[in-house]
């Protein structure tokens, strides 16, 4: 028997402008969106029926939920393909935090539509998976592609940006939750920024992308902090890390990513905040295309 299996990676909202709700009940929004060398295995064998099996560190929790994000992507791909349910069984090792901000559930749809065609040898191009992968959400085709991007309107308008540098970083998240309707309910209720694209850096080294996001921001991030405190300790305990050169919360929190100048100073961050905060998720990474 075939089995297949992928890296579902962690997505980074580098930076997140977000504009006022629109009538529809969507956000625009304007972000640089890169991702992460550590995420969820997915792996998809052949098999008489669609089923799903969770393991993994936070597989408990995905317990209990009647139609994950994997299987609703592989139904839509059946309905594109005109082949029906396809008949798969499929393994999610979950090994990022939920509801933490990293697009996690997006991620590993997109990787099991891609296993998906590999395994079956489903003849439809990228650009119906990705039509397959908007039915999770406006996630969806971003974290199909896995590329560094521009994302725009609703997250659905990307534009490729292959200039972005590997960037050294930590993912830091303080074991809470931090739901998405909810953060963008609070957001609403305050004062309302612009969903405005910056212009690019000028420069595109390491140290020329930290400076520009620095003067960028996540307009999501002061609602998050209010509905979590736990957030801002988290961006405190990154902040406080030896040579942290920029640190922000990504998409709707609760993860916390702190960027810096090497590789090594990266891993040593995330040494110590793994030591001082054992109940957290630590991980150094490297953001960049996979």
């Known amino acids: 028997m075939t089995v297949c299996t992928a890296l579902a990676p962690a997505k980074i909202n580098l930076f997140l402008h977000v504009g006022a709700v629109d009538g529809d009940g969507y956000h625009p929004l304007s972000s640089l969106v890169a991702f992460a060398d550590v995420g969820d295995r997915v792996s998809v064998a052949p098999a008489g029926r669609l089923s799903l099996e969770v393991v993994g ?90 590329r560094t991007a521009w994302a725009e309107g609703r997250g659905d308008v990307l534009t490729d940006e292959p200039r972005l540098p590997p960037l050294p970083a930590v993912l830091f998240n303080p074991g809470v939750p931090s739901p998405t309707g909810a953060v963008y309910r609070a957001y609403d209720a305050g004062s309302v920024a612009a969903a405005d694209r910056p212009a690019p850096p000028v420069d595109w080294s390491v140290g020329g992308v930290i400076d520009w996001l620095s003067a960028r921001r996540n307009d999501l991030q002061a ?66 295309e996979q």
């Open 57 to 146: 560190p936070f597989a408990g929790g995905l317990s209990g939920e009647g139609d994950n994000l994997i299987l609703r992507a592989l139904r839509r791909l059946g309905e594109a393909t005109g082949a029906g349910e396809p008949g798969l069984k499929v393994v999610l090792d979950k090994r990022l935090p939920i509801a933490a901000g990293l697009g996690g559930g997006s991620s590993d749809a997109g990787a099991a539509l891609k296993l998906a065609r590999e395994v079956l040898a489903l003849d439809i191009d990228d650009a119906g998976l990705e039509a397959a992968a908007a039915v999770v959400g406006a996630d969806g085709p971003m974290c199909l592609r896995m």
């Open 223 to 288: 609602p998050a902090v209010a509905l979590t405190p736990a957030i801002a300790d988290a961006l405190c305990a990154v902040a406080a890390t030896p040579e942290v050169a920029l640190t922000r919360m990504s998409g709707s929190g609760a993860t916390v990513f702190g960027l810096y100048p090497s590789l090594q100073a990266a891993e040593a961050a995330a040494a110590i905040l793994a030591q001082t905060h054992p109940s957290a998720w630590v991980q150094s990474t490297c953001l960049a």
